[in-house]
C-alpha cells in the first residue's frame, strides 16, 4: 500500500502539477479520483482533506497537504533527489518566480470556479470565457518568455526538469485547451516541448491519468 495518497482529477492544472513532481521523483503513489464535475471537491469527505474544496490534497506520512506548490516544496524536501528547487538563492528564486507567474497570477483567473461564475452569475457566453481565459494566459506566457530567455536552458530555468516546469507544462494544456496561439512565445514552446518528452512528465499527462475520459 503506497503511503501517497493523491486525491485530484486528471484535467486539473495543479493535480498535474502534483503528478509532475512525483513523477520525477520517482515515488510510488496512489491516485483517489475526485470528480471535479460532479462537485465532490464539496463533499464533506474532500472538505475534510482540503477546507478550501479544491484539489489536490496528498495524503503523507507527515498529514494531508493541500496547495500545489506547497506541496511540490514539501516533497522537494521530503524526497532531496532529484531535487526541483536547485542551484544558488538566485537560481532558486528563478525557479519559484515562473512557478508563481503560473501559480498566483494566470492559473487562479482561469480556475473552474471563476469560469462558473462569469457564466452562471455575469451570464458571459463561452466564447467570451475563453477570450477571457486566453487573455490572462497570454499576460502571464509573454513574461515567462522574457525569463525562459533569461535563465532557461533545456528547460525553463536551465536544463534539468525544475519546479517551474513542474506549473508551466499544466498551464500550456489549459492554453491549447482554449485554443490559444503560442506561436508568439518560441522559447516557451521549446522548453514545454522538451519536458514533455521526458517519461516522468510524459507520465503525468492528464489523458493517461486512470479517471480520465
Ligand atoms: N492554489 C491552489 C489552487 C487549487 C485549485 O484551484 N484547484 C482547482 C483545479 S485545478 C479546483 O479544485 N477547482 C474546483 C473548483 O473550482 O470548484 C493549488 O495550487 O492547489
Redesign the pocket.
Known amino acids: 500500500m503506497s503511503e501517497l495518497v493523491l486525491h485530484g482529477?486528471w484535467r486539473?492544472?495543479?493535480?498535474y502539477?502534483t503528478r509532475i513532481a512525483l513523477e520525477i521523483k520517482g515515488l510510488a503513489y496512489r491516485q483517489a479520483p475526485v470528480e471535479?464535475r460532479q462537485g465532490e471537491?464539496k463533499s464533506p469527505e474532500h472538505l475534510a482533506r482540503n477546507p478550501?474544496?479544491?484539489?489536490?490534497a496528498l495524503e503523507t506520512p507527515d498529514g494531508v497537504l493541500?496547495?500545489?506548490?506547497a506541496i511540490i516544496e514539501w516533497l522537494d524536501e521530503r524526497y532531496p533527489d532529484p531535487p526541483l528547487l536547485l542551484g544558488d538563492a538566485a537560481r532558486r528564486a528563478a525557479i519559484r518566480a515562473m512557478a508563481m507567474v503560473v501559480?498566483c497570477d494566470v492559473?487562479?483567473l482561469g480556475?473552474?470556479?471563476v469560469l462558473?461564475y462569469l457564466r452562471n452569475d455575469l451570464q458571459h457566453e463561452q466564447e467570451e470565457i475563453d477570450r477571457w481565459s486566453r487573455h490572462w494566459i497570454s499576460e502571464g506566457f509573454a513574461a515567462l518568455e522574457v525569463l525562459i530567455g533569461r535563465h532557461g536552458g533545456r528547460f525553463a530555468c536551465g536544463d534539468t526538469l525544475t519546479a517551474a516546469d513542474c506549473h508551466l507544462v499544466p498551464q500550456f494544456y489549459s492554453a491549447q485547451r482554449v485554443k490559444l496561439d503560442c506561436s508568439p512565445w518560441p522559447k516557451l514552446v521549446r522548453a514545454v516541448e522538451n519536458a514533455l518528452a521526458e517519461p516522468p512528465v510524459a507520465a503525468a499527462h492528464p489523458d493517461r491519468q486512470p479517471d480520465a475520459d
Open positions: 482529477y486539473s492544472g495543479t493535480s502539477r471535479l471537491q478550501q474544496g479544491l484539489v489536490p493541500t496547495q500545489s506548490s501559480a492559473h487562479p480556475n473552474l470556479r462558473k
